[in-house]
């Protein structure tokens, strides 16, 4: 090996260093071949430039009788005696003066996405000697379950036996039924008279969930179970009662297949009965439920409701009603029919397309409602509601009195009571919202309670 220091200034510690180096390396090669080495050293000039090395070797040739050190892609120390497979880079390192092996580059580009993928196998499996002391751990315990009965019972007790499994899920296969099954299920228990009562409350429970679908509540009428609910209206057990109301109310709501069949099978008589008998309250309320879900929408219904005595019956529940839970939901039944006439007859060119139009407004105008709330004496009831200390149903109240305005506005004129009220509501609702005003907390609620008032005493002058 020759090496050539050129001249040069602040080189020359560097080319010292460099013959050095080359001394050291030269003596090295020299010893190796005097310890029968077959093999020969070529030196590559260092292209790192710098990091405390200075020379790397490329092993050609190895020894077999010297022990054989496995390079990877990281710089290992070598020990005196040992050997580096062919094509394996050598370095001196000079900060330490000891020689170091790694992997060349054309084995090292090969050797890294390999190793990975090998390193990441070995994390996820296990060894084989540690798979064989595992074998071997469990076979002694199940030489020794097999022969300790107490064991055996034990383990017995903690796993179900396989047919006992495959038994149970034959039984959940079973239990997927769709909601026609369901309902045909309950329908069917409740049509039993093996049924209790307990039971039947649980069922009618069940079927009030699952008729807010429209689909299932036209399902249980084709079933016939319209008719069952029905018939619970009838019982004696006033809990059945308030139950079955719930369900009919629940299947009524927007749904018009199920407003006509129900008209059909005479369930408005149904409920004028029960609202006219002595019952509970609670079941009066499921009942007024259900008849404003029948009459919601439906001119027809709304007709025989008032030709079958619907406003003289509520009229008396009203009068008899001392809490006012039972008025507020009778007066704003009455304000949505009001309502709802007034809306169709009122309706713009967008109705007048629709083809049904005109047989709507001839079928609202069949119900004759102003005139019956006139004579059952509506124009005097409804005021008494503002007497209540609840907001919710003084607001009732006065939507209802501005919808009945053009019927009973002599008879508001001519009730001082009525001025009265709604003089002392206008001052109570002003001081409220002046109060709020000061705490920056105002609330539009009590303004439009306001301007309702307003409305109504403009239409008493």
């Not at 099954?181 to 039993?192: A, E, G």
């Not at 709604?422 to 907390?441: A, N, P, V, W």
Request: glycine share 6%.
């Amino acid at each position: 090996m020759a090496m050539t220091c050129i001249p040069a200034r602040g080189l020359s510690l560097r080319c010292f260093l460099l013959l050095s180096a080359s001394a050291l390396l030269c003596s090295h090669v020299v010893s190796i071949h005097s310890q029968k080495s077959e093999g020969a050293l070529t030196v590559v000039e260092n292209t790192d430039g710098g990091g405390g090395t200075e020379e790397e070797e490329v092993v050609t040739v190895e020894d077999d009788d010297l022990e054989v050190v496995q390079p990877n892609k990281e710089w290992q120390t070598l020990k005196p005696g040992q050997a580096v497979p062919a094509g394996s880079h050598v370095r001196l390192n000079l900060q330490t003066g000891e020689r170091e092996v790694r992997l060349g580059e054309e084995k090292l580009k090969y050797w890294t996405q390999q190793h990975r993928e090998e390193e990441e196998e070995s994390k996820s499996s296990f060894n084989f000697d540690e798979l064989k002391r595992a074998m071997k751990k469990m076979k002694e315990e199940l030489n020794l379950a097999s022969k300790d009965k107490d064991l055996q019972d034990s383990l017995a007790s903690r796993f179900r036996p396989l047919e006992e499994l495959k038994k149970d899920m034959a039984e959940l296969d079973l239990l997927v039924e769709s909601d026609v099954q369901i309902m045909r299920r309950l329908l069917d228990q409740l049509n039993s008279t093996n049924t209790t009562t307990e039971q039947r409350l649980s069922i009618l429970l069940e079927l009030e969930y699952l008729v807010h679908q429209v689909d299932n509540a036209q399902t249980l009428c084709s079933m016939g179970g319209l008719q069952l609910i029905l018939d619970g209206l009838n019982s004696s057990d006033f809990r059945l009662q308030e139950s079955s109301a719930f369900v009919l109310g629940s299947a009524l709501s927007s749904n018009p297949v199920v407003q006509v069949k129900a008209v059909e099978n005479g369930a408005l008589q149904t409920l004028l009965t029960t609202l006219a008998t002595a019952q509970p309250v609670s079941v009066k309320k499921k009942v007024l439920f259900a008849v404003a879900s029948l009459l919601r929408h439906f001119p027809f219904a709304q007709q025989h409701f008032v030709s079958h005595g619907g406003l003289q019956v509520l009229s008396e529940l009203f009068r008899a009603d001392v809490g006012g839970i039972l008025q507020t939901r009778i007066v704003t039944m009455l304000y949505d029919m009001i309502s709802e006439k007034e809306l169709i007859s009122q309706a713009g060119l967008d109705w007048v397309q629709d083809p049904s139009h005109e047989e709507r407004v001839r079928q609202y105008s069949q119900v004759s409602l102003q005139g019956e709330l006139l004579e059952k004496g509506w124009c005097s009831l409804v005021p008494q509601l503002l007497l209540s200390t609840e907001h919710d149903h003084r607001e009732k109240a006065l939507r209802a009195l501005l919808a009945m305005a053009p019927v009973c506005l002599d008879r508001y004129r001519s009730d001082s009571a009525l001025a009265g009220s709604l003089h002392s509501l206008r001052l109570q609702y002003q001081d409220i919202i002046q109060s709020e005003t000061i705490l920056g907390e105002e609330n539009g609620y009590f303004i439009e309670l306001v301007e309702l008032l307003d409305a109504l005493q403009v239409k008493l002058k």
